[in-house]
Structure formats: structure tokens, C-alpha cells
């Protein structure tokens, strides 16, 4: 399924949710407009170190963030695997990788968009990530 949002299209494989396209469509509207922090689906992740990661980046609270590196602890992992890890997410949004970034910056982003940095800021000012313990600063 497509959905366009934030300046951006992002691809959803719906096989891994249980939950009809209306009502995520619905879902994501609200959460564009500001009425929703999560998602009221079931996420079937694949199994090994991909769903792992999935299921971290799932549970960084709305309006905060993660590294790389925080989340490869938690994984007894690489910064790196975790990235690439991310970069296999098939349900942004739903699975908030943007909410996961480099210790010094943004990070990636693996959105198909020639500005994908930029979307990955605005969902991070949308959510109005901030400073803070285990939280980080939106570079500029």
C-alpha cells in the first residue's frame, strides 16, 4: 500500500499487519493531523535480527529517539547491523525507524525521496522530539 504524508510516499507491505487498508489509512491521517501517537495494529515482524530490530524501533516512545548504537546494546549488536536492520523496515510510520539516529545526526533514512533526511526531520519535529536522557537534538 502507498500513503502519501509529509512531503513523501512511503510503501506499507500490509501482509505484516493485521488491520484493513482503510482503517490504516485512517490511522495514518490521524497521525498526520496530530490526533494519534501510535497505531492500534497487530505487526506480524520477520523473524531473526530484522524483527528484532522492528520490534526496538516499535517500542522508542512517540516523540523520542534512539541511536543506532543504544539499540544495537539493547540487540548485543553492531550500530551498524542495526542500521541496515532499519533500512528493512517495511512499515515506516507504523514502525517508527525515523525515530532511531546517529549518535552525531540524523543517520540515514531509507525512504526512496531525493530529500529523505528532510522527511525524517519533519516527522522528528512533528513528534517534537527533544533533548533529553536517551533522546536526541535534531542537528541542523
Not at 501482509?15 to 493531523?33: G, K, S
Not at 553492531?78 to 536492520?85: K, P, S, T
Request: net charge negative; proline share 5%.
Amino acid at each position: 500500500m502507498r500513503y502519501t504524508a509529509f512531503g513523501a510516499t512511503f510503501e506499507f507491505d500490509t501482509a505484516q499487519l493485521d488491520a484493513d487498508e482503510a482503517a490504516l489509512r485512517e490511522q495514518l491521517a490521524a497521525y498526520e493531523r496530530g490526533e494519534r501517537e501510535g497505531f492500534d495494529v497487530d505487526v506480524a515482524y520477520p523473524e531473526g535480527f530484522t524483527g528484532e530490530v522492528m520490534a526496538a524501533m516499535a517500542a522508542i516512545p512517540y516523540g523520542e529517539t534512539r541511536t543506532y548504537g543504544e539499540l544495537a546494546a539493547t540487540l548485543d549488536s553492531a550500530a551498524v547491523a542495526v542500521g541496515q536492520a532499519c533500512g528493512r523496515n517495511t512499515l515506516p510510520l507504523v514502525v517508527p525507524c525515523h525515530r532511531v539516529v546517529a549518535a552525531d545526526g540524523l543517520g540515514g533514512f531509507s525512504l526512496d525521496h531525493p530529500d529523505a533526511l528532510g522527511v525524517k526531520r519533519r516527522l522528528l519535529e512533528h513528534e517534537g522530539a527533544r533533548d533529553g536522557p536517551r533522546q536526541a537534538t535534531l542537528p541542523v
